[in-house]
Each structure stands twice: as structure tokens, then as C-alpha cells.
């Protein structure tokens, strides 16, 4: 059991007993694999080839047995595209088998129509499909060609098998802010529902973040969007940093990293959360004696990231209890200090320190890298081969509500 | 495969006999548990230890009053209690029992073989 720290209160807030962390995490991603076919320009875990140390088939299985004895309810499996781990449908398998509930994301890929009516007759399973353009053409600028039709062909595919509730899972971007109700009608279509996460400059994120993350004024769209559709559009509890805006979003509202969340890696390390590869945040290995449960229950780190943030200039601010402070990845890979203003600050306290960051100093970055090294089928062109589209989504997509292009 | 739709409305009686949700485990931590239920995918807190005591020993009472006051729970904080397991009746965390006492379970060992509840 984890030791419980001095100072957690009795009663209260369940937002004031989270920072303190819990016996076992909520909300436990584990990517399969680094391996993946695309290459997608945001990839938070900068994957692409397989690393030789991922974890077997046999290591895999012993993680999924520590997550029962835990009581981890589920595990959002990711990658990498986890699919093309050649023994993915069986650790599937032996995850439900003992009571370990999946949620996997998949660029669709694999989803055949076999593997969706395998699917839809397996419990405890849920989909997420990753989509970020609500069009071909916003979508495969960032995650490359044919990237479109493999997700809708998936989606289809799931729905003909019967399949209920698969997530759309979309990284909101100044290119798709515009897109909600697109996404929104998108996913409907299929039956789905709709799952909007937030772009963090985390992996090959770093690289676009500047001209991919959604702009102030599409920042409050957004924020006005999530309450008008409430608790029908999942998100992860991404965007706690918009409650600054003024009313709490649904969700925990707190950087869970280490408390509630943490992000086992292919081969095995644990870091505080998925968007955190980077050695500061690496907390232990499942592969070391003592396995998962003695990571979580017992690094140093996680024991640091428990203790409630009491100075830096956020705790002087008058929405530090609603924001937090908003998102440590991201105030870590844009060279900003833990204990101050998120870079997307709705405030504007981001802007503020971005600008007046010392420019001779880069920001962090993560020392893992397993992106291609040569070309991939279906390159993304956000990076500008071939030569770049126009640059506004009105331009390109006819689809394209009014909304998006006043924006 | 998808969690069911929750459109049936749970009126919850206190007097009738209840106890936890098959499809739902209960993992007990510092501050009370958190209960997650396979069937809806959600997850909702308990908040203090008592309550914790209170829904897993719903299945052995004739009903949800007579769990909590077997739970020693004081007697000003009874309707508290009642209102806390009615949102837990609306959510599917619990479930109204028709057979006495319940013998099977959803779930294989595991989540719901938590200490104290074999």
C-alpha cells in the first residue's frame, strides 16, 4: 500500500485527496509498441520503428497480471500503432481475461472487417479511432496521406459489425479548431462518440506545436463548444486549463501526472504521464524487481509530483484552483518553469512567460526518438513535401463550416 | 463490445433490499474506493470509509437502512447516506437484489475479490 503521505486530510475535496495520489492508478496508458506504419507530424511519443527491447509476449502478460492484482479497472492502450505488435489480439485478450478492461487508439489500420466483428463481440473493450481532420485534407496534412480513408474505412467497419460507442479520438489543432461540429456530425454518423484531447508539444510535437496549437480566440471557442455539449463529449480531462475561462469543465481538473496517471512505455519505463518521455519524469521499470506496483507506490518522483503545489507564481493567481496550473508536459517542452503559468495560459500569464523565455536556453527535449528514419507511405505535408497546401482550412475544404473560417 | 445506453431510471428505495452492481469492482483506497463499473465504463468515488463499509455490506442486509445502521452510522448523517446510495443506484453502481443472498458474479476473481469480501 502506498504510504500515505503526511498532510492528506480526511474528507474534503476529491481533488485535494488526488494530489496525494492513490494505491493504484486511474487511468494507466501503456503503449504496445514504438513501432508504427504512419508518421504523424504531433506524435507525442516520436514513434515510428520498433525498439528491440519492447517488452515479449511473456513480460507483457506478467504486467497484466500485476494490473489485476492492483485493480487497475483498464488500461487506454496506445503506441506506436499497438495493432501491428504481433501478439496485440492476444494480450487483448488476456487483459479482459483478467479483468483488465481495454481501451485501445489505432490509427485502423488492421480493424478488418473480422477484426471488427471480433470486436463487437468482445466486452470489455472499447475503440478509439485517431482522427485529426474532420476532412482528408486537414487530417492528412498531420497524419499523412490515406491516413483519412484508413480511419473512416475502420469506423465503417466497426459500425457494419455492430459496434457501439467507438471513440473518434481528435488532437484539437489550429487547423481543426474550426471542425468541431464537422467532427461532431463525423462521428455521429458512425454511431461513435466524439473524444477531443489536447495538442501538447510532447515527442515530435515539439516540432509544430508553435504553428499547430489552437490560437487564444480558438481556445474560448473550444472551451464554449466542450460546455455546450457537456458529458457527451468525452476529452480525457485535456483541457482542465480552460476552466480559467470561468466555469469547471467535467472531469478532475488537475494535472493527474503521477497521481492518478502515469504511462508505461514499450519496454517497460514508467514516467509520470504519457506526454512526459523525458528522463526527468521517468519514475522506474516494470522489468526491475518489485515489477509496476513498487514504481508506482514507491518512486521518489511519484512521491515529489504528490506534494500539492504550495509556491510559484500560479498559487498567487486568482484561477489557480481552477486551472491548477494547467498541463506540466507542456510547460516542459516549452522550456517553461513546473511551477508556473501552461503555455496556453487562457489568462494570457502563457504568452507572457513564453515570450520572456531566455532565448539562449532550448527547451527540454526527450533523448527517445524512434521516428523513421527515411520516407513513409503516406508522408504527412505539413512539413512542406510536397509543396504546402494553402494554408487555411476555408481554402481547402468546402465542407468547412462558416464558423471555421470567421475564426 | 459498447457499454449499454442508461436511459432506465433508478428510483431508489431504502427499505427494499440492494447490494453492488455484478459488473461493478470496488478498489478500496486512503480516502474511501473507487468503484468502476464494466458495464457503463464509469467511475465514481466513495467518499469516506464508512460508505465503503456501508455498500459492500449492502448484500447482507434486507435492505439499504438496515445496512447503514448496521454500519453504525450516526444517525444525523442517515440521510446522507441515503442520498449517496441513491446517486449510486442511478449511476448502476448498485443494484436492487431480487434473489437472497447473491451468489454469482459477472466477473471471474479479481476486482471484486477484494479483502473482506470473498
Known amino acids: 500500500m502506498t504510504a500515505v503521505l503526511p498532510g492528506r486530510p480526511v474528507g ?95 490509427n485502423g489500420i488492421k480493424l478488418s472487417k473480422a477484426r471488427a466483428a471480433q470486436l463487437a463481440r468482445t466486452d470489455y473493450v472499447d475503440v478509439q479511432i485517431s482522427l485529426d481532420g474532420a476532412t482528408a485534407e486537414v487530417n492528412d496534412r ?27 479520438s481528435v488532437v484539437v489543432t489550429r487547423e481543426n479548431a474550426g471542425q468541431l461540429d464537422a467532427f461532431k456530425a463525423l462521428t455521429d454518423s458512425y454511431g461513435a462518440q ?98 509496476f506496483q513498487k514504481v508506482w507506490q514507491e518512486s521518489e518522483l511519484f512521491a515529489d509530483l504528490r506534494s500539492p503545489q504550495t509556491g510559484g507564481a500560479c498559487t498567487k493567481c486568482a484561477h489557480f484552483d481552477a486551472c491548477r496550473g494547467g498541463c506540466m508536459a507542456a510547460k516542459f517542452f516549452t522550456g517553461l518553469p513546473l511551477d508556473g503559468p501552461d503555455p496556453e495560459c487562457v489568462q494570457g500569464y502563457g504568452e507572457t512567460a513564453l515570450a520572456a523565455r531566455d532565448g539562449g536556453r532550448a527547451a527540454p527535449k526527450s533523448s527517445l526518438d524512434h521516428s523513421h528514419t527515411g520516407p513513409v507511405r503516406g508522408q504527412p505535408t505539413l512539413l512542406g513535401l510536397p509543396a504546402m497546401p494553402p494554408a487555411k482550412i476555408c481554402e481547402e475544404s468546402p465542407l468547412v463550416g462558416l464558423d471555421g473560417c470567421t475564426t | 463490445m459498447a457499454p449499454p445506453p442508461e436511459t432506465t431510471a433508478v428510483v431508489f428505495d431504502a427499505a427494499l433490499p440492494w447490494q453492488r ?8 483506497e486512503p480516502f474511501g474506493a473507487l468503484v468502476y463499473s464494466f458495464a457503463t465504463r464509469k467511475l465514481s468515488f466513495l ?10 455490506t449492502l448484500a447482507d442486509h434486507p435492505s439499504a437502512t438496515a445496512a447503514i445502521e448496521a454500519s453504525g452510522v450516526p444517525e444525523t448523517q442517515r440521510a446522507a447516506y441515503v442520498k449517496a446510495l441513491a446517486d449510486l443506484a442511478r449511476s448502476h453502481m448498485i443494484e436492487e437484489r431480487t434473489s437472497v443472498p447473491p451468489t454469482t458474479r459477472e466477473l471471474a476473481a479479481g476486482p471484486c475479490a477484494e479483502a473482506g469480501n470473498p
Open chain 1, 12 to 106: 474534503g475535496r476529491l481533488v485535494d485527496q488526488f494530489e496525494y495520489g492513490l494505491d493504484a492508478p486511474i487511468c494507466l496508458t501503456w503503449e504496445l509498441t514504438y513501432a508504427c506504419n504512419l508518421a504523424c507530424v504531433h506524435c507525442l511519443s516520436s514513434s515510428g520503428r520498433r525498439d528491440p527491447r519492447e517488452l515479449s509476449t511473456a513480460e507483457a502478460e506478467r504486467v497484466i497480471d500485476e494490473l489485476q492484482r492492483m485493480q487497475v479497472f483498464y488500461v487506454n492502450v496506445g503506441g506506436g500503432e499497438p495493432t501491428v505488435r504481433p501478439d496485440f489480439w492476444h494480450l487483448l485478450d488476456y487483459a479482459v481475461g483478467h479483468d483488465v478492461g481495454v481501451k485501445f487508439s489505432t
Open chain 1, 142 to 168: 498531420v497524419r499523412g496521406a490515406g491516413s483519412f480513408a484508413t480511419a473512416t474505412r475502420a469506423l465503417e467497419n466497426l459500425a457494419e459489425a455492430g459496434m457501439r460507442d467507438m471513440k473518434v
Open chain 1, 194 to 291: 466524439l473524444r477531443l484531447t489536447r495538442l501538447r508539444p510532447s515527442g515530435r510535437g515539439a516540432d509544430v506545436w508553435g504553428s499547430l496549437h489552437p490560437t487564444q480566440a480558438q481556445q474560448r471557442n473550444l472551451y464554449q463548444w466542450l460546455l455546450a455539449h457537456g458529458e457527451n463529449v468525452l476529452t480525457g480531462d485535456s483541457f482542465f486549463h480552460l476552466s480559467a475561462f470561468g466555469e469547471a469543465l467535467p472531469g478532475l481538473n488537475l494535472c493527474g501526472a503521477g497521481r492518478v496517471v502515469c504511462l508505461i512505455d514499450p519496454v517497460g519505463d514508467v514516467y509520470a504521464c504519457p506526454f512526459a518521455i523525458h528522463e526527468n519524469f521517468l519514475a522506474g521499470n516494470v522489468r526491475h524487481e518489485g515489477g
Open chain 2, 21 to 28: 452492481a455484478r459488473a461493478v469492482a470496488l478498489r478500496p
Open chain 2, 47 to 56: 467518499k469516506s470509509k464508512q460508505l465503503v463499509t456501508v455498500v459492500q
